[in-house]
């Protein structure tokens, strides 16, 4: 790959992860699994899918006596024989269920007290089956969304669950969920622990993404605990990419043996620092965990997710999406939206190219340009990895790092002084095409369609407002600008080193080339004023 003319220092902390996509799970059945699950199932499916049924069943009369005339939304803790009588017998009951669908369990550790650990913390979150260390753990609360409660029998032992409950119309919830899991953290063992998994969605296990700060709010000792689940076959694993939650029951219950391992590290008792920062409280919980896993942490959220849903929308591939969200979000103060519409943009660029990648020819027919010198400057400055092409992580930070710095009222009114030869105070489309073919070498440039796009107005005169309003909306411009001068220094610098050492004969050769032979060069400055000295200005270049 083409080493960059001026080399950028790259920051570290904006590398691309060593997890690229935490959410797929692309596991296939071999001809003998497929034989074996087959064979299996014929016996196992019914069976296991009837004494489920029968559990349930027998639950829910436990879950019924429970709740009944208990205040609603469980805004009162279970006391006395209810609360005891529901752990017992649903916590009896939830053990035969997972052994009779032929779950092996090994346990590490030592279950926390309420009053030792108000809050237990699960990673990595990667199935619906984690709800077995909920089981193992005692039955502690966990956090539900409301709708749930409405679903026939299992919404009935739910309630009995005493949940966390989170509500989707209620623009309140995340508030009201986070005050709700502090009141009962700091009970004083009033209500049950409170199971969370910090994570907030499904992964493949393959490394740690970032814990959201609900668990480590209220500032109390948390329990870290750490699923595994070691077979040879993965039938648990649900993700966004991968297979469905009605084929992974299925295939689960066709196999003889699912094993897992739950294991309860020691009590996490937050510091001062900790409990004045949440975030610092979860990265360093989340890192005693994948110490612990022995597995890497990402910055990947849900978000993460959303992005990449909305990019299979947009036929690019899914995990094209991911960008990290939180570490983008923080280093970059960037929100969602923006960068949902840059993905809109992205995906428009890319639509050409395989794999959702921009290479260096769909990056120049976004710019309506040739491939020049600068262009490929440009390329280099976006293509963080040196692989020759974008993807939308590099692109994110490209156009924030790099290009929006660069589009400051002083680039564009330094560029369009540039363009506007007769100093009129507007561009023609003739003066607009004369300094871009004689700034790119290219005699023959069809600049139409771009001056077009900058001429809203269609008058055939780009004023300034229009040239700011366009360069305000695509700031790739504004930084290959600064990329042209740049160069123009450089070789600026090289021209008069030459000078200094050229022989009388070549001095002489040159001072008798014809003037009609010189490319024409437009008269106006393009540097600014009082820098035409300071050939070592790196103003838009800055460390990433």
Same mark, same amino acid.
């Given at each position: 790959?083409? /080493?960059r003319?001026?080399p950028?220092?790259?920051?570290?902390s904006?590398y691309?992860p060593?997890?690229?996509?935490?959410?797929?799970h692309?596991?296939?059945?071999s001809?003998?699994?497929?034989?074996r699950? #087959? $064979?299996?199932?014929?016996?196992?499916?019914?069976?296991r899918?009837?004494?489920?049924?029968?559990i349930l069943?027998?639950?829910?009369?436990f879950a019924?006596?429970a709740?009944?005339c208990?205040p609603?939304?469980?805004?009162?803790?279970l006391m006395?024989?209810?609360?005891?009588?529901?752990q017992?017998?649903?916590?009896?009951?939830g053990?035969?269920?997972?052994?009779?669908?032929?779950?092996?369990?090994?346990?590490?550790?030592?279950?926390?007290g309420?009053?030792?650990?108000?809050?237990?913390?699960?990673?990595?979150?990667?199935?619906?089956f984690?709800?077995?260390v909920?089981?193992?753990?005692g039955?502690?609360?966990?956090?539900?969304?409301l709708?749930?409660?409405?679903?026939?029998?299992?919404?009935t032992?739910?309630?009995?669950?005493?949940?966390?409950? #989170?509500?989707?119309v209620?623009?309140?919830?995340r508030?009201?969920?986070i005050n709700?899991?502090?009141?009962?953290?700091?009970?004083?063992?009033?209500?049950?622990?409170?199971?969370?998994f910090?994570?907030?969605?499904?992964?493949?296990r393959?490394?740690?993404i970032?814990?959201?700060?609900g668990?480590?709010?209220p500032?109390? *000792?948390?329990q870290?605990v750490?699923?595994?689940?070691?077979?040879?076959?993965?039938?648990?694993?649900?993700t966004?990419?991968?297979?469905?939650?009605?084929?992974?029951c299925?295939m689960?219950?066709?196999?003889?043996?699912?094993?897992?391992?739950?294991?309860?590290?020691?009590?996490h008792v937050?510091?001062?620092?900790e409990?004045?920062?949440?975030?610092? &409280?979860?990265?360093?919980?989340?890192?005693?965990?994948?110490?612990?896993?022995?597995?890497?942490v990402?910055?990947?959220?849900?978000?993460?997710?959303?992005?990449?849903?909305?990019?299979?929308k947009?036929?690019?591939?899914m995990?094209?999406?991911?960008v990290?969200?939180t570490?983008?979000?923080?280093?970059?103060?960037?929100?969602?939206? *923006?960068?949902?519409d840059?993905?809109?943009?992205?995906?428009?660029?890319?639509?050409?190219?395989?794999?959702?990648?921009?290479g260096?020819e769909? &990056?120049a027919?976004?710019?309506?340009?040739?491939?020049?010198?600068?262009?490929k400057?440009?390329?280099?400055?976006?293509d963080?990895?040196?692989?020759?092409s974008?993807?939308?992580?590099?692109?994110?930070?490209?156009?924030?790092?790099?290009?929006?710095?660069?589009n400051?009222?002083?680039?564009? /009114?330094?560029?369009?002084?540039?363009?506007?030869?007769?100093?009129?105070?507007?561009?023609?489309?003739?003066?607009?095409?004369?300094?871009?073919?004689?700034?790119?070498?290219?005699?023959?440039?069809?600049?139409?369609?771009? &001056?077009?796009?900058?001429?809203?107005d269609?008058s055939?005169?780009?004023t300034?407002?229009?040239?700011?309003?366009f360069?305000?909306?695509?700031?790739?411009?504004?930084?290959l600008?600064t990329?042209? $001068?740049?160069?123009?220094?450089?070789?600026?610098?090289?021209?008069?080193?030459?000078d200094?050492?050229?022989?009388?004969?070549?001095?002489?050769?040159?001072?008798k080339?014809? #003037?009609?032979e010189?490319?024409?060069?437009?008269?106006?400055?393009?540097? *600014?004023?009082?820098?035409?000295?300071?050939?070592?200005?790196?103003?838009?270049?800055?460390?990433d």
């Amino acid at each position: 790959m083409t /080493q960059r003319l001026f080399p950028l220092p790259r920051q570290q902390s904006l590398y691309a992860p060593s997890v690229l996509n935490p959410f797929v799970h692309e596991g296939r059945l071999s001809a003998k699994d497929k034989v074996r699950t #087959v $064979l299996l199932g014929i016996i196992l499916l019914p069976l296991r899918a009837t004494c489920i049924a029968l559990i349930l069943l027998l639950a829910w009369p436990f879950a019924v006596i429970a709740t009944f005339c208990h205040p609603g939304r469980g805004s009162v803790p279970l006391m006395g024989w209810k609360r005891r009588m529901t752990q017992c017998a649903l916590q009896c009951l939830g053990h035969a269920m997972f052994f009779l669908m032929g779950f092996q369990l090994k346990v590490k550790g030592k279950v926390a007290g309420p009053l030792e650990a108000p809050i237990l913390v699960v990673a990595p979150h990667s199935s619906f089956f984690d709800g077995i260390v909920c089981v193992i753990a005692g039955l502690p609360s966990i956090v539900s969304r409301l709708e749930n409660l409405s679903a026939p029998v299992f919404g009935t032992i739910l309630r009995s669950l005493q949940p966390v409950l #989170v509500s989707r119309v209620d623009p309140d919830s995340r508030r009201n969920t986070i005050n709700e899991i502090t009141k009962r953290a700091t009970s004083g063992g009033q209500w049950p622990q409170v199971l969370i998994f910090p994570e907030g969605t499904c992964t493949n296990r393959s490394c740690l993404i970032t814990f959201k700060q609900g668990a480590f709010i209220p500032g109390v *000792p948390v329990q870290p605990v750490l699923l595994r689940y070691p077979n040879k076959l993965d039938t648990v694993t649900w993700t966004w990419q991968g297979y469905s939650f009605k084929q992974l029951c299925v295939m689960t219950l066709c196999q003889l043996v699912t094993r897992v391992e739950v294991e309860f590290l020691p009590v996490h008792v937050p510091t001062e620092e900790e409990k004045r920062d949440p975030t610092v &409280f979860a990265n360093r919980v989340r890192n005693t965990m994948a110490t612990a896993l022995n597995v890497p942490v990402t910055d990947h959220t849900f978000e993460d997710c959303r992005l990449m849903i909305s990019a299979g929308k947009l036929t690019l591939p899914m995990e094209a999406g991911l960008v990290e969200f939180t570490k983008i979000s923080k280093k970059l103060n960037l929100k969602w939206d *923006p960068i949902r519409d840059q993905l809109d943009t992205f995906a428009a660029i890319a639509s050409a190219s395989k794999g959702g990648r921009i290479g260096i020819e769909e &990056f120049a027919e976004h710019l309506k340009l040739p491939v020049s010198d600068a262009l490929k400057e440009l390329f280099l400055l976006f293509d963080r990895n040196g692989d020759g092409s974008i993807d939308f992580r590099e692109y994110v930070i490209g156009l924030s790092v790099l290009c929006n710095p660069a589009n400051t009222e002083e680039t564009i /009114q330094m560029a369009f002084k540039l363009f506007d030869i007769d100093d009129d105070g507007s561009i023609t489309e003739e003066q607009f095409a004369c300094i871009l073919r004689s700034s790119l070498g290219v005699p023959d440039l069809d600049v139409s369609k771009l &001056f077009k796009e900058i001429d809203t107005d269609k008058s055939g005169k780009v004023t300034y407002n229009e040239f700011k309003d366009f360069a305000l909306k695509h700031p790739e411009y504004a930084k290959l600008f600064t990329t042209y $001068l740049e160069l123009q220094r450089c070789q600026g610098h090289t021209s008069d080193e030459d000078d200094d050492y050229q022989t009388p004969e070549a001095t002489y050769s040159h001072s008798k080339t014809s #003037v009609s032979e010189k490319t024409p060069i437009a008269k106006n400055k393009i540097c *600014p004023e009082g820098n035409e000295e300071d050939t070592s200005s790196t103003s838009d270049k800055k460390d990433d």
